[in-house]
């Protein structure tokens, strides 16, 4: 299997986002005093005098669309954190915000929520999300902040390793 891999949100859907977010509102971008938020543009923690925007997301939503599953009840949106303006993305492929509790929620192909499971210390975060995927029925798994329930990214099933 290749490495699960988290998935930003992503570029075109960030355009759309800087310009009305999923609740229809327009951005209001602010500069972070402090750093320190969870920015899901590019999978790390802002710095302090970012130029930032809290906006609202629906991620299973726009999954949803792309695999024409339909979540029905379990649609929702949330507030995330994206950098004001266009960004670079990811750094790496390491899978970020992994160093306090997290919850770790599963869905079907047809967007249903198969279960959740709290993730307690940063060590067992690799083990329970690869527990996740070992349920056939698991297509992805959205990784969520404890503390309010935000979406922080998604993890989609790693596909089998090819041989070379």
Not at 60 to 66: D, G, H, V, Y
Not at 74 to 103: K, S
Not at 119 to 143: K, M
Request: neutral net charge.
């Amino acid at each position: 299997m290749t490495p699960a891999i988290a998935h930003p949100i992503a570029p075109a859907a960030l355009e759309e986002l800087r310009t009305a977010d999923d609740a229809g509102r327009v951005p209001a971008p602010f500069t972070d005093p402090e750093g320190g938020a969870p920015l899901r543009c590019c999978l790390r923690r802002s710095a302090p005098g970012e130029r930032i925007a809290l906006v609202s997301y629906a991620p299973l939503r726009r999954w949803a669309a792309r695999t024409g599953a339909d979540p029905g009840a379990y649609d929702e949106q949330g507030p995330v954190f994206v950098h004001a303006a266009e960004c670079r993305g990811p750094a790496g492929d390491a899978l970020p915000f992994t160093e306090a509790h997290r919850t770790l929620r599963r869905y079907s192909a047809d967007g249903r929520i198969l279960g959740g499971r709290l993730v307690e210390a940063p060590e067992r975060f690799g083990p329970a999300l690869a527990e996740a995927f070992a349920d056939p029925e698991t297509a992805l798994v959205h990784v969520r902040a404890v503390e309010y329930g935000c979406f922080l990214y998604e993890v989609r099933r790693p596909r089998p390793a090819t041989a070379p």
